[in-house]
């Protein structure tokens, strides 16, 4: 089965951000969209650790910290989304 997320790290010209257990990738819906994923396959995010769950929003808080100061936007949202199937 292929996975579209892990497809979208194949375009590397998209990836701001990649480390052990996570990736953000630009979006394309407004500009400053960053999205980000954990490495780990998930179907909702009450599968993952608390621990990677906090990372993902540490990484999420960076990211948005950077946009602030890179595109000097004046406000931020950070959203949780579960994307998978059951």
């Known amino acids: 089965m ?4 892990c497809e979208s790290l194949n375009d590397k010209s998209k990836v701001v951000y990649e480390d ?3 990736f ?3 979006g394309d819906a407004i ?3 960053v999205k980000v994923y954990p490495k780990k396959h998930a179907v909702k995010a009450e599968e ?6 906090e990372h993902i929003f540490a990484t999420a ?3 948005a910290t950077a946009v602030f ?6 406000g931020t949202n950070i ?4 994307t998978g199937k059951d």
Request: charged fraction near 20%; include cysteine; hydrophobic fraction near 40%.
């Open 31 to 33: 500009l400053g969209h």
């Open 24 to 26: 953000a990738l630009i």
């Open 2 to 5: 292929v996975c579209n997320i």
């Open 79 to 82: 959203l949780s989304s579960n």
């Open 20 to 22: 052990d257990s996570c």
């Open 61 to 63: 808080s960076y990211a």
């Open 69 to 74: 100061e890179t595109l000097g936007a004046q």
């Open 48 to 53: 993952l650790k608390d621990e990677e769950i």
